[in-house]
């Protein structure tokens, strides 16, 4: 696909390979694109040519709950897009639930860009969804990142539902995000990592997304709840490269799962991080993305 030119309002800055690179993720324009009667929200940004790395998000998430330390650092050497699925932020129509409906549509959402092959990187449910559409579309994809995520049937999946439900109180009674429970291990350590990146979130200061309704909320939830139940899939079918990373104590989506993921899969590596949990590549965000872009960069399936 041609390149297309930074579009008015975003902040076009130099390139060592003299390619524009479109704003970082504090000031990125928000656009929209319209597939299948739905209107997607979703924000670019990096060097304006190449693969590009699509970001596939967790549950309850919008586009301001990316760490931009992530977006960044990684937009410092490839395109990335970020997006709203349906019905979630500030995009149009009903959310699905199941996770087999949202890839089909984050796959028309990479097609109405114009896109014939991507990178993806899936957090959590985003991660369901990235297995899906390389199973599906394998044309589609070129490389995968899958993060504290597991396979369709795999260990404590199914509840994900009670745990949301019960940090989601805790917060609530402490004055604190959930997410510092549900994503950080309560050492030391995870606590104030939990802090910094709930302070990194917050470094976008105009044009925020709209907070995902609870109706959506409850959808996702219904779909990883199926994910969990379901079958599992025969992943020998992705052939394509995958790095698999996560933290050693996720309670989310259990590590366990991630080794699963890493053993099942024919092309992977594995990133486990100490004394991380669910979110261990926020925690780990500089050594994560030293990994990501070495893993993007490497030569094998151009």
């Known amino acids: 696909m041609a390149a297309r030119p930074v579009e008015a309002g975003s902040t076009g800055i130099g390139h060592p390979n003299g390619d524009d690179v479109l704003a970082s993720s504090r000031d990125a324009v928000t656009r929209t694109v319209s597939a299948g009667g739905v209107d997607f929200v979703y924000r670019e940004l990096g060097p304006n040519v190449g693969v590009p790395v699509v970001l596939l998000t967790h549950l309850a998430a919008v586009l301001d709950n990316w760490d931009p330390r992530i977006v960044d650092g990684i937009a410092a050497q490839h395109r990335v897009i970020m997006f709203d699925n349906r019905g979630v932020g500030a995009s149009s129509g009903s959310t699905p639930s199941t996770i087999d409906a949202m890839a089909s549509d984050a796959v028309a959402f990479i097609r109405a860009l114009g896109f014939e092959r991507v990178d993806l990187l899936g957090f959590s449910m985003g991660g369901m969804i990235a297995q899906v559409i390389a199973a599906d579309e394998p044309e589609l994809v070129r490389k995968l990142i899958l993060a504290g995520t597991g396979p369709a049937g795999g260990d404590g999946i199914e509840r994900v539902t009670r745990l949301s439900h019960l940090d989601t109180l805790r917060g609530l009674v402490t004055l604190q995000d959930p997410k510092q429970f549900l994503f950080f291990t309560r050492t ?24 995902i309704s609870l109706r959506s909320y409850g959808a996702q939830l219904k779909a990883i709840h199926r994910w969990g139940k379901d079958q599992p899939a025969d992943l020998s079918v992705i ?4 790095l698999v990373a996560n933290g050693e104590s996720d309670r989310m989506v259990p590590t366990t799962n991630s080794v699963d993921l890493a053993r099942r899969l024919p092309n ?35």
């Open 268 to 302: 992977s590596q594995l990133v486990i991080y100490p004394d991380a949990g669910h979110g261990g590549i926020f925690q780990f965000h500089q050594e994560f993305v030293a990994t990501a872009l070495e893993f993007l960069d490497d030569g094998s399936a151009q």
């Open 188 to 211: 030391a350590n995870g606590r104030r990592s939990g802090k910094d990146f709930l302070a990194r979130l917050k470094e976008r200061k105009d044009d925020r997304d709209k907070r």
């Open 239 to 242: 052939q394509q490269p995958v």
